[in-house]
């Protein structure tokens, strides 16, 4: 074996319930808002609105059809 064994990092979510505004999350954290499941994608303090801080998010699961 030349290259011997490789270790990989694992994907490792945070989960960290609804949403709050004021509010440090971190890359990996996960939050609900409104029914869906959002996997944070940048390091960020929260503002008073989820949208204004929408594109900090990616949509990971979701009950809408």
């Not at 319930?17 to 944070?40: H, I, M, R």
């Not at 390091?43 to 998010?57: D, L």
Request: net charge negative; proline share 5%; with cysteine.
């Amino acid at each position: 074996d030349i290259m011997g064994r490789l270790k990989f990092p694992q994907l490792q979510l945070n989960p960290r319930g609804a949403w709050s505004p004021q509010t440090e999350y971190a890359f990996y954290d996960v939050c609900l808002f409104n029914g869906k499941s959002y996997l944070c994608n940048t390091a960020h303090q929260s503002a008073e609105s989820f949208e204004e801080h929408s594109r900090q998010w990616d949509v990971i699961f979701s009950t809408e059809a």
